[in-house]
């Protein structure tokens, strides 16, 4: 399982800080505080790898983790984040968009939402601009412990109901970082677009 080798390599603010561009990138964005670092966490096995907060705002770069010599774990800040300045906030979005238009490496974006707050109007925003790229999204609605079974299933229906809309392919997953639900299959996906 090669995630759990996993180690941190650098927290970059700009792109020209990233690792050459070569190899596999996978990177995890979404809406603030829906778990995306601890969702990171939760596949590679560890809890401490990728800082995590309560408060919304905890991941301010992108922050790059190595699982092997050639694939590469990337960690965005969120989006749709009130509290911080304006500027910040499109620094960030500028950051996160110009990474995922550009990287070569880039072979597989993971779109976390909260499942209790699925296709808030910034997902709507970015599944647009990303839905057109030719790197293959995943939609991963996450913090499923918070909800009951019938709940889950309305959330995955809505967001299933727009991507076949918006004639994207559905990759739709649950999970839940902290009781670990969905973390496997989840994984198995993510090693297979790897290959
Ligand atoms: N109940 C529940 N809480 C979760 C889950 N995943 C993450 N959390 C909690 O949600 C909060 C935010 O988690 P982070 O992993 O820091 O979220 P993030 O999306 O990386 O947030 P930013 O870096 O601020 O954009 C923390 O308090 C986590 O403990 C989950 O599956 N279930
Ligand atoms: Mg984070």
Redesign the pocket.
């Known amino acids: 399982m090669i995630f759990q080798t996993a180690r941190f390599i650098n927290s970059c603010y700009d792109l020209a800080a990233l690792p050459p561009d070569d190899g596999t990138e996978v990177i995890f964005l979404?809406?603030?505080?829906?778990?995306?670092?601890?969702?990171l966490n939760a596949l590679c096995g560890r809890r401490l790898l990728?800082?995590?907060?309560?408060?919304?705002?905890?991941?301010q770069c992108l922050n790059v983790f190595e699982i092997s010599a050639t694939v590469r774990l990337v960690?965005a800040?969120?989006y749709g984040?009130a509290k911080v300045p304006e500027t910040v906030k499109k620094q960030w979005q500028s950051l996160v968009m110009r990474y995922c238009q550009t990287r070569e490496s880039l072979r597989l974006i993971v779109l976390?939402m909260d499942i209790r707050h699925p296709l808030q109007p910034a997902d709507r925003e970015w599944l647009d601009l990303l839905g057109g790229s030719a790197v293959t999204l995943a939609i991963v609605m996450?913090?499923?412990?918070?909800l009951g079974r019938m709940q889950q299933r309305k959330s995955h229906d809505l967001v299933e109901k727009y991507c076949r809309d918006a004639l994207m392919p559905v990759n739709l997953f649950r999970?839940?970082?902290?009781?670990g639900k969905g973390i496997d299959e989840l994984r198995l996906f993510i090693q297979s677009q790897l290959d």
């Open positions: 979404g809406r603030s505080n829906v778990g995306k670092s601890s969702l990728a800082r995590t907060s309560k408060t919304p705002g905890r991941t960690d800040p969120g984040f976390v996450n913090k499923s412990d918070c999970s839940s970082s902290r009781s």
